[in-house]
C-alpha cells in the first residue's frame, strides 16, 4: 500500500478525535476525584491521626498525577504522522504508562516505610463519627469513579483508563480496610492502622509492578489477539480465489494501529492481473471489517499446483512426513517445480519444543531422502498468530 492508502478515512480520523476526548474527559474528571478525595482524607487522617487514611490519600495524588500524565500522552500520541515518524506517535501511550507505574512504585513504597516507621511508635487516634462518614463516602465515590473510567477505558480500547479504573476500585477496597480498622479500634481498642498501611503499600508496589510489567510486554511485542486474528483470517478466507491464508504478522503502532502483512495461497493459474486486485480486496476489506484498526501493508503469495496430479501427490507425501513429526504445528506454501525440480515449504515448529532448529533439519532430512532427486528449500516459520 502506498502512503496516501495508509492514511485513514475522515471517518476513521473523527473515532479517533473522540477517542482521544473521551479519554481527556474522563482522566480530568479523575484528576478532580482523586485531588479532593485526598484533600479530604488528608484532613481525616491528621485529625484522626490515621497513618492508614494518611497514606490512602497519597495514593490519590498518585492516581492524579497518574491521570495527567495519561493526558499528556494521549495528546502526544494523538500527533499526525510525519517524515520522521510515519507510523504516527500510538507508541507514546506505552512510555507514558510505564512513567505511571513507576510513580505508583514510589507511591508505594514511600508508603511501606511510613507505615514501617508507625509500627514502632505510639501515635494518638481519635476517631470520630463525622471521621467515619467521610471515609464511608470516599468509598463510594471511588467505586462510582472505578466503575465508570474502567467502562468508558473497554469503549475507547485505552489501557491507560482501564488501569486507572481498576486501581480505583482497589483504592475504594483499601479505604474500607481503614475503615473495618478504625472500627476494630473503636470496639475493641486495638490499634491495627500501621498494619492496614502495610497492606496498602503492598497492594500499591503489587499494582505498579503489575502495570509496567503489562507495558513492557506491549513494547517488546506481544502475540496477536486470537480473536482478531481469526477474524482476519476469515475476512481473508472468505475472498474468492483464496485457497489458504497463513503468516499474519501484525506490528503494533499504539492501541489502535497496526500494521502488518498476511500470507495467501492462490491456485498457480491464476494472472497478475488477478493477484492485484485480490490483494488489494484483502487489504480493503480488512482495513474496513476492522474499523480502520488493521491495515495489511503487504499480502504475499504461495502458489499452489492445481493442474498438476503428480505435484498433488507429491505434496499430500511430503505433509505426511512432516506432519509425522512431535511439535510440528502446522505445514503450508508447499510448491513444486518440476523444471527446476525445486520443492519449497514453510514450517511452523511449537514454540515449546526442546530443539526446534534440530527438529527442522530432521524434517528437511527426512523430506531429501524421500524425494532425492528434489532440491529442497524450506522455511522455519514462527508460530505468530491463532
Excluded at 497492606?199 to 513494547?219: M, N, P
Aim: glycine share 6%; charged share 15%; proline share 2%.
Amino acid at each position: 500500500m502506498t502512503q496516501a492508502e495508509t492514511e485513514l478515512p475522515s471517518s476513521s480520523k473523527i473515532s479517533s478525535q473522540a477517542r482521544q476526548h473521551s479519554i481527556v474527559r474522563t482522566s480530568v474528571m479523575g484528576i478532580a476525584a482523586n485531588i479532593l478525595l485526598a484533600a479530604i482524607k488528608a484532613c481525616v487522617g491528621t485529625i484522626s491521626g490515621s497513618i492508614a487514611i494518611t497514606l490512602d490519600a497519597v495514593n490519590n495524588l498518585s492516581d492524579a498525577l497518574s491521570s495527567v500524565i495519561t493526558i499528556v500522552g494521549t495528546k502526544l500520541a494523538g500527533r499526525p504522522a510525519n517524515k520522521a515518524h510515519p507510523y504516527g506517535y500510538g507508541r507514546i501511550e506505552y512510555l507514558t504508562a510505564t512513567i505511571i507505574s513507576l510513580i505508583v512504585l514510589y507511591a508505594g513504597i514511600t508508603s511501606l516505610i511510613e507505615s514501617g516507621k508507625a509500627l514502632f511508635s505510639t501515635p494518638q487516634v481519635s476517631y470520630t463519627t463525622p471521621t467515619l462518614l467521610v471515609v464511608v463516602a470516599t468509598i463510594v465515590v471511588k467505586l462510582i469513579l472505578g466503575t465508570y473510567v474502567k467502562n468508558v477505558g473497554k469503549q475507547v480500547d485505552s489501557d491507560s483508563l482501564l488501569a486507572s479504573g481498576s486501581d480505583a476500585l482497589f483504592d475504594a477496597i483499601l479505604t474500607a480496610s481503614t475503615l473495618l480498622a478504625a472500627l476494630v479500634y473503636l470496639t475493641c481498642g486495638l490499634d491495627f492502622t500501621a498494619w492496614v498501611g502495610l497492606l496498602i503499600a503492598g497492594v500499591i508496589i503489587k499494582a505498579g509492578f503489575d502495570i509496567l510489567s503489562e507495558t513492557l510486554s506491549q513494547i517488546l511485542g506481544e502475540r496477536i489477539d486470537a480473536n482478531l486474528s481469526h477474524q482476519i483470517k476469515e475476512i481473508t478466507q472468505a475472498t474468492e480465489g483464496v485457497l489458504g491464508v497463513y503468516d499474519l504478522d501484525l506490528h503494533n503502532y499504539g492501541p489502535t494501529s497496526l500494521i502488518g502483512s498476511i500470507h495467501v495461497e492462490l491456485a498457480d493459474t491464476t494472472s497478475a492481473a488477478q493477484i492485484d486486485e485480490l490483494t488489494r480486496e484483502i487489504q480493503h476489506t480488512v482495513y474496513e471489517q476492522t474499523s480502520g484498526r488493521v491495515i495489511l501493508a503487504a499480502v504475499g503469495i504461495y502458489s499452489q499446483n492445481t493442474t498438476d496430479d503428480e505435484a498433488k501427490r507429491i505434496r499430500s507425501e511430503v505433509t505426511r512426513l512432516v506432519m509425522a513429526h512431535n511439535d510440528v504445528i502446522q505445514m503450508h506454501g508447499f510448491h513444486l517445480d518440476n523444471v527446476k525440480k525445486h520443492m519449497s515449504f514453510d514450517v511452523i515448529i511449537d514454540f515449546g519444543a526442546s530443539d526446534r532448529q534440530g527438529l527442522f533439519n530432521r524434517i528437511i532430512n527426512d523430506v531429501q531422502q524421500a524425494f532425492p532427486e528434489y532440491h529442497v528449500m524450506a522455511v522455519l516459520d514462527v508460530d505468530t498468530s491463532d
